[in-house]
């Protein structure tokens, strides 16, 4: 193809690729691909905006709890010493000293069968899953 040809009509989705004296074109990248690339890179994008919103809900979470230490160890006798014992021996509720709290699989109240965390009611019989305490929902 003339070089000057080339230049005119290199709008139309061809890739120049200089080739000693002459300009080669490559051919276009096929549509799908490109919207394959699209679609990845919002996705990325949703990702980074989720690890920076968890972060962020983490970084909260430490000083909402460190503020209550605060408070709890200054209007009690409570000292690090306890606070470290609480936190090991909550720790070691589901048999491992892991730096993690597993809470096991709750029993549905009416048919005995495993309830899953991401539903607010048994997905067998209807159950309204209940609380036994504040952090059974988290």
Known sequence: MNP??????AGLGERLIPHGDEIQTEPP????ATDAIVEARKALRT????????GENVDKLALIC???WELLRERTN??????LKKVREIDLLDGAL????KNPPKKC???SRTMSKRHAR???CGTEALLDTAFDSI
């Open 122 to 124: 048994c997905i067998y």
């Open 29 to 32: 990248i096929e549509p799908n």
């Open 4 to 9: 000057l040809w080339t230049l005119l009509f």
């Open 109 to 111: 109240s009416k048919c």
């Open 47 to 54: 990702v980074q905006d989720f690890e920076r919103h968890v």
């Open 66 to 68: 460190r503020a209550m």
């Open 78 to 83: 409570l000292n690090e010493e306890d606070l």
């Open 98 to 101: 892991d730096g993690k709290v």
